[in-house]
């Protein structure tokens, strides 16, 4: 089923670290057009290392990364946000003393001087809320908003290819839930997402299909309900302690 | 609303542009002209570093060097070789570009505060050869006798004509850094400041972000230097150290960030300081000698002073006056 589409990201033998610590240790992944794809593991196993090497934040040491065809290994991360792909970093990195309307402005920056009116009108569709803070600064915003600001600074972009570091982080349980019912609206209306997620049932639920990262190598690939499905990535990483809350 | 926020702001520019201007119309007291030139080419060195420090979130320990290469390369090429003023000013510029252009490069690449290291590295280095090179600098003793600047023939000799020259280029650095301010730079530049991490992920230039602002701060410093060294007529290493070095970073930093008005002012506040008694008309002789002898210690003073009793520095007490003023 996945084959079938095209790819829009290709991730071929990859290795990358920091200094001489190599976190990845030969990654082969693929994301196709309009595909939701979780990245599940537990810490330190390098999803978010992933994510980094695939904008150029950290240099590959080797393998290859194919963005629509083109070889971008070791893109500069701004040349990285022109050519579509996006990130939503881990901890939102917001512009705390600007007000959320700059802050989207702010996300629009690699495309120039453009007429972004039907942009902001976009977001504040998907995040009714920010359109009521617009002119309020980000860092008065509760933990929620400030993801949904993050994504929404994202989107500005024009984004071909969404990419989502732990976008649960630190909220609660009914944010959790706000936040991926937009993933889905964004998935619906045929965004291609790389999700890193510590929540691998709710990421899963929320996903096409799923990778299982263990010490900077795939352990496991396949179908998210495959891997929902799956004996070892139920024990291990869809523990009991996640049966209890429902955040969907 | 907006509207009516910027007619009020340019009123306000307006006002104080006029007085400004109109000061050696009023005196002719040669002192105070001489002290309000002086606080006019700080102002113009402190544009840059409220644009390197506030927006791009930089620190320089050496910006008395390019303040000095300003000086000592214009006052060269106008008194040995006899260039004329013009080209004088152009050169400082286009040498203290080109010296921020090198010194940014390599320690802009690096995250971290690498840039005040090798400012502070640089500036040093620059103290020595301005004593050490006696051929160009005249070494400790320093240039004199550096002519007035001079322009369609007409010799700017006096002081008020001194004064307008001065503050007229400070009116050209700050509207130039206004408009970058205001510009998409400028807000990458705020965004920068803001969080780093973040502005790499909006697909900003971060690396050639900076050395862009360095090179400009460099820039305005080498104008000020040309400016200061054809105003005053004489000019010597003491005048380049890094006791002056630290004396702008703490202008930028009592001025307060995100802002331009903040540490024009604090300029003229520090600037003043020394020279009291040429604007406070009652002020004895020995009072401001004792302003003088303490000098370090009431920078020093007024610098804690604000730290602990105005946060955000000069820039968030004017924020918190025209928050009030306006209604929201």
């Known amino acids: 089923m996945s084959s079938e589409t095209d790819t829009m990201l290709a991730i071929e033998g990859l290795h990358a670290g920091y200094g001489r610590v190599e976190v990845l240790r030969g990654i082969d992944l693929r994301v196709g057009v309009g595909e939701v794809v979780t990245l599940i593991g537990g810490n330190g196993a390098g999803k978010s290392t992933l994510l980094k090497a695939v904008i150029g934040l950290i240099p590959p040491s080797a393998g290859r990364v194919r963005f629509l065809g083109e070889d971008i290994t070791g893109i500069q991360p701004e040349r990285a946000v022109k050519a579509g792909l996006v990130m939503v970093p881990e901890g939102r990195m917001l512009f705390g003393p600007m007000t959320v309307r700059e802050n989207l402005e702010l996300g629009a920056h690699s495309r120039g001087k453009t007429d972004l009116t039907e942009d902001y009108e976009r977001v504040f569709e998907l995040f009714p809320v920010l359109a009521d803070r617009q002119d309020q600064s980000a860092s008065t915003l509760s933990g929620g908003e400030q993801q949904m600001l993050a994504v929404g600074r994202a989107l500005m972009a024009r984004p071909r290819l969404l990419l989502l570091d732990e976008p649960s982080l630190g909220l609660a349980p009914k944010l959790i839930g706000e936040i991926f019912a937009a993933l889905d609206r964004l998935r619906s209306e045929g965004h291609t997402i790389l999700l890193v997620e510590q929540d691998a049932r709710l990421a899963l639920r929320h996903s096409d299909r799923g990778y299982v990262m263990r010490t900077g190598g795939i352990a496991l690939a396949g179908s998210a309900d495959d891997l929902l499905a799956d004996d070892d990535v139920r024990l291990i990483y869809l523990g009991t302690w996640h049966g209890g809350e429902e955040t969907t | ?328």
């Open chain 2, 1 to 328: 609303m907006h509207r009516n926020v910027d007619i009020k702001v340019a009123v306000l520019l307006g006002l104080i542009g006029a007085s400004v201007f109109s000061v050696p119309l009023l005196t002719a007291d040669r002192y105070m002209l001489r002290v309000l030139t002086f606080v006019g080419v700080n102002v113009i060195i402190v544009a840059g570093m409220a644009l390197l420090f506030g927006y791009a979130g930089q620190v320089s320990l050496g910006h008395a060097a390019f303040y000095g290469i300003g000086a000592y390369a214009s006052a060269h090429v106008v008194t040995v070789f006899g260039w004329p003023w013009v080209a004088g000013v152009a050169i400082a510029i286009v040498l203290t570009a080109a010296g921020g252009l090198l010194l940014a490069l390599p320690s802009l690449r690096l995250r971290g505060h690498y840039l005040a290291m090798a400012t502070l590295a640089f500036g040093e280095i620059m103290r020595v050869a301005f004593v050490e090179g006696k051929g160009v600098t005249g070494g400790p003793d320093g240039l004199s006798g550096i002519p007035f600047p001079s322009f369609l023939g007409i010799e700017v000799d006096s002081a008020g004509g001194n004064y307008w020259l001065v503050w007229s280029a400070a009116a050209a650095v700050l509207l130039i850094a206004s408009n970058l301010v205001r510009s998409r730079a400028g807000r990458a530049m705020l965004a920068l400041h803001g969080s780093e991490a973040g502005a790499m992920s909006c697909g900003m230039d971060l690396t050639g972000l900076k050395v862009r602002v360095f090179v400009i701060s460099a820039a305005f410093a080498g104008l000020a230097g040309s400016l200061y060294a054809h105003v005053v007529g004489f000019i010597s290493p003491s005048t380049f150290s890094l006791h002056v070095s630290v004396l702008l970073v703490a202008m930028a930093v009592l001025g307060g960030t995100r802002s331009l008005a903040g540490p024009v002012l604090a300029a003229v506040i520090l600037t003043m300081i020394p020279f009291a008694d040429a604007v406070i008309p009652g002020l004895s002789r020995s009072a401001v000698e004792t302003i003088q002898e303490w000098q370090e210690d009431v920078y020093g003073l007024t610098i804690i002073a604000v730290m602990l009793f105005v946060p955000g520095g000069i820039a968030g007490a004017l924020r918190r006056i025209a928050a009030k003023g306006s209604v929201r």
